[in-house]
């Protein structure tokens, strides 16, 4: 495998004990076919790392945050390829031949999978497939989605903002200007936790507000904390 072709798969952990195992062993078949895996652990209270170390290629210790954690893996990385997978995302079996053959065939310098939610709520089945085709139609990727990104497209777009929330969409905003992001069709399985837990529309209705406050120029500190 040439090193353009290596995948690197970052992965921001916090507190994750209970599934990064699960997460790493989903892996495994691509580490064996030469892709590396990094978990970005931002100072997890329950073990999360140390779980880790056996199943990742690198664990790299990283403030809290998703953008300084996914910006702490890319920087341990020495794929041609970075894929930033959220912990509670499995990706398709076949991932790193559909990134190989897409970006090759498309041209593009990153992309982005469709999603598919774990939860069996027909609303969510809405929620999904609005997520995939908003991306599609405005070329901005959200963090469930996977996004991976050639490594001179990354260094030219200088990599996750310093922010607390919305990185991935200040990202893809900043790849969407070097050029359109190749959607890919298969689905990446992401935990349904955060809708269900929150209540499917009070979610979506939250999503929008924050998005649309981010779009006119809200402080990403006071976004974060209604976020949370």
Same mark, same amino acid.
């Given at each position: 495998?040439?090193?353009?072709?290596r995948i690197s798969i970052i992965i921001p952990a916090l507190n994750?004990?209970?599934?990064?195992?699960?997460?790493?062993?989903?892996?495994?078949?691509?580490?064996?076919?030469?892709?590396?895996?990094?978990?970005?652990?931002?100072? #997890?209270?329950?073990?999360?790392?140390?779980?880790? @170390?056996?199943l990742a290629d690198v664990v790299v210790a990283a403030p809290r945050?998703?953008?300084?954690?996914?910006?702490?893996?890319?920087?341990?990385?020495?794929?041609?390829?970075?894929?930033?997978?959220? *912990?509670?995302?499995?990706?398709?079996?076949?991932?790193?031949?559909?990134?190989?053959?897409?970006? *090759?065939? #498309?041209?593009?310098?990153?992309?982005?999978?469709?999603?598919?939610?774990?939860? @069996? *709520?027909?609303?969510?089945?809405?929620?999904?497939?609005?997520?995939?085709?908003?991306?599609?139609?405005?070329?901005?990727?959200?963090?469930?989605?996977?996004?991976?990104?050639? @490594?001179?497209?990354?260094?030219?777009?200088?990599?996750?903002?310093?922010?607390?929330?919305?990185?991935?969409?200040?990202?893809?905003?900043?790849l969407r200007r070097m050029g359109r992001p190749l959607c890919l069709?298969?689905?990446?399985?992401?935990? #349904? @936790?955060?809708?269900?837990?929150?209540?499917?529309?009070?979610?979506?209705?939250?999503?929008?507000?924050?998005?649309? *406050?981010?779009?006119?120029?809200?402080?990403?500190?006071?976004?974060? #904390?209604?976020?949370?």
């Open positions: 495998m040439t090193d353009d072709v994750e004990a209970e599934g990064i195992a699960d997460t790493l062993a989903a892996l495994a078949p691509l580490r064996a076919r030469g892709h590396q895996v990094i978990v970005a652990d931002g100072g #997890s209270a329950d073990g999360t790392a140390e779980l880790a @170390r056996p945050g998703r953008a300084w954690q996914q910006n702490a893996g890319a920087a341990a990385a020495d794929g041609g390829v970075l894929l930033f997978l959220h *912990a509670d995302t499995r990706l398709p079996p076949d991932a790193d031949r559909l990134i190989a053959d897409g970006l *090759a065939a #498309s041209g593009a310098g990153w992309g982005r999978f469709d999603l598919r939610l774990t939860g @069996r *709520a027909p609303m969510l089945r809405v929620v999904e497939r609005m997520i995939s085709l908003r991306s599609r139609a405005t070329g901005i990727a959200t963090g469930d989605q996977a996004i991976f990104v050639r @490594r001179v497209w990354w260094e030219r777009a200088g990599g996750f903002a310093d922010i607390p929330l919305m990185e991935d969409v200040a990202l893809s905003t900043t069709r298969a689905t990446v399985t992401t935990s #349904s @936790r955060r809708w269900e837990r929150g209540g499917i529309w009070r979610t979506i209705l939250l999503m929008w507000r924050l998005r649309l *406050a981010w779009a006119l120029g809200a402080d990403p500190e006071r976004l974060a #904390s209604r976020y949370r």
